[in-house]
Structures are given as C-alpha cells and as structure tokens.
C-alpha cells in the first residue's frame, strides 16, 4: 500500500535536529565562545600573578568581606531570574516583572560595589598602568562588569517589552534566554572571586 509524507501545515516551526530552538541553540553557541573569552582573561591573569615589580599588591587592596557581600547580591540575583521564567512559564506576567526587576535592581546594586572598589583602589594608589596586577585585574573584572550592564539593559528591556503585551506565556523563551546570559554571566564571577580574591588574599 503507497504511504504519503505527512503534510506540514503553513506556518508549522520546526527546530534543529538537536530539538533546541534555534535561538537557544545560538545562546549556547555564543555563551561557549564567551567561556573561553574570560578563561582566556583569567589565564593571563594568572599567568602574571605575583609578577608585579611594585605595589599594591593584591593582599594590600583586596577587601574579601565587602566582595563577599557583592558576591552574594549576584547570587541572589540569579534566584530571582528563576523566579521570573517560573512565572512567565505559569502565564503570571505581573510576577514575572517584579523578579526581573528585582534581578536588575541587584544587578545594579553588583556594579555599585564594583564603582566603589574600583574608586578605593584608585585612591590607594592601584590603576590600570600601576603594575600587571592592575592591569590584568581591571581589565578582567572591568569586562566581567560591562557584561552586569548589558545584562541588566537586557532584563529592563522586557520588564519594558511585557508593559507593551509583547511578553506571555507562549513567548517565555525569551526570558529563559536572558536567565541563560545571567546565569553565566553570575558563575563567571564565582570564578573570579575564587582565582582573584580569595586565592589572591591566600597569597
């Protein structure tokens, strides 16, 4: 008996043979290209770890229990961006704005923290041209803190997206891509803060 091949209906979508989305798909691809970015920056800040000719060094400036604290806002940042898909994938759109602006609100708050360590350093005598300690950690947490403000540019753009009706239920992978970059972008800086401030102070 003939078989016939199923028929598509107009307007079907149909993902990769991976069965992601297409879009999810080029997230993992550019968060990939992004983990060996900062392994690369990380590298070389190790690679000129203790290499500095003159202060300050790291043990001079670095101050572990007001990082622990930034560090923690990250944290909990990455709580309410899961909070904010499980409401968007349930249909509560209200709730889904408050956790994404819970999420940029300590976003920010991240990147004041990181504003006044980097005034205190300067203060203490600690700028990019200082040593290679410098060099190498303004650039690499400098980088890592331009990648907060996109993000956070990010999530306010679909708290302002969803105020015009452009964000339900049936369009969560948009938040769920953004919960991605911030995820990443939180366990990055766990890296950091373990290479850079606690094994640095240990030193």
Same mark, same amino acid.
């Given at each position: ?8 209906? *107009? ?8 069965? #992601? ?8 691809? =550019? ?12 590298? /070389? ?8 000719l003159v202060g300050p060094y790291p ?11 930034? /560090? $923690? ?9 899961? !909070? ?26 991240? !990147?004041?923290?990181?504003? =006044?360590?980097?005034?205190? $350093? ?12 410098? /060099?190498? =950690?303004? /650039?690499?947490?400098? $980088?890592?803190?331009?990648?907060v403000m996109v993000g956070v540019i990010?999530? #306010?753009? !679909? ?7 452009? #964000? ?8 769920? #891509?953004?919960? !991605?970059?911030?995820? =990443?972008?939180?366990?990055?800086w766990i890296v950091i803060f373990t *290479? ?8």
């Amino acid at each position: 008996m003939e078989q016939t091949a199923p028929v598509r209906e *107009v307007g079907e979508q149909h993902g990769p043979a991976t069965g #992601l989305d297409h879009r999810k798909l080029l997230m993992w691809t =550019f968060l990939g290209s992004e983990c060996m970015f900062f392994g690369s920056l990380i590298a /070389t800040y190790l690679v000129y770890g203790g290499k500095s000719l003159v202060g300050p060094y790291p043990k001079d400036v670095l101050n572990i229990p007001v990082t622990s604290v930034s /560090t $923690f806002v990250l944290l909990m940042s990455s709580l309410m961006m899961v !909070l904010a898909l499980a409401a968007i994938q349930r249909g509560d759109v209200r709730a889904m704005r408050v956790w994404l602006l819970a999420t940029a609100v300590l976003g920010i708050t991240f !990147l004041g923290f990181q504003a =006044f360590e980097f005034r205190t $350093f300067v203060l203490e005598g600690l700028t990019p041209r200082t040593n290679l300690f410098g /060099t190498t =950690f303004f /650039t690499l947490t400098g $980088f890592h803190g331009a990648h907060v403000m996109v993000g956070v540019i990010w999530l #306010l753009s !679909l708290v302002g997206y969803s105020l015009r009706g452009g #964000l339900a239920r049936e369009s969560s992978l948009n938040v769920e #891509l953004a919960g !991605l970059y911030w995820h =990443f972008v939180d366990v990055v800086w766990i890296v950091i803060f373990t *290479v850079v401030y606690l094994l640095g102070v240990a030193e």
